[in-house]
């Protein structure tokens, strides 16, 4: 399923993982395990945000994938189903045709 992972840093722990030089790190980790279509970053209410769009599998890659950021980053994380544009044409031609 396609999933929205959003995890907002506070300033005092993003500045302390840039200062020693692991927050590239922990980006690169999470990237890697989760092998997004797109990620993203910005602000958000003035903290360091980021956005991965994946696809989970199976729910046992929660643990492995959200520890980091609560752990490391004590990121506010949140994780949800998302739709594309494809997605939402299927799920809407289903429902019209009843199916």
Known sequence: ???????????EAGNA??????LL?????????LQP??????LEDGERTCFFYFDMQQSSQMPPVL???FMDL???VALQPVMNADDLRTGL???????
């Open 17 to 22: 993982v840039l200062r020693n030089g692991t």
């Open 67 to 69: 520890e980091s950021f």
């Open 93 to 99: 031609g289903d429902m019209m045709s009843g199916t």
């Open 25 to 33: 790190k922990i980006m690169e980790a999470a990237y890697a395990a």
């Open 1 to 11: 399923m396609r999933m929205v992972l959003k995890a907002r840093i506070p300033t």
């Open 74 to 76: 004590n990121a506010k």
């Open 37 to 42: 279509e797109a990620a993203y970053f910005t």
